[in-house]
């Protein structure tokens, strides 16, 4: 799956350690989620699409090998 949470990110300067204290996650996980390593949790996506003010649709493109 792919996503623009380091778009996202960059526009609203925020750093993945930001994002992940926001999110209660690590920045681990954060650089996961953008590397299409791991697959947020439905919770989790509908929390990132919340601080961006974007949909989940927005933030997330399924792939064909998804």
């Not at 697959?39 to 974007?54: G, R, V």
Request: charge should be negative.
């Amino acid at each position: 799956m792919k996503n623009s949470i380091k778009v996202e990110r960059a526009r609203l300067d925020m750093t993945q350690q930001d994002l992940a204290d926001a999110l209660e996650v690590s920045r681990q996980t954060i650089n996961a989620i953008e590397k299409g390593k791991f697959n947020p949790s439905t919770i989790l996506a509908l929390k990132i699409s919340n601080i961006f003010q974007k949909s989940v649709n927005e933030i997330f493109t399924l792939e064909e090998s998804d």
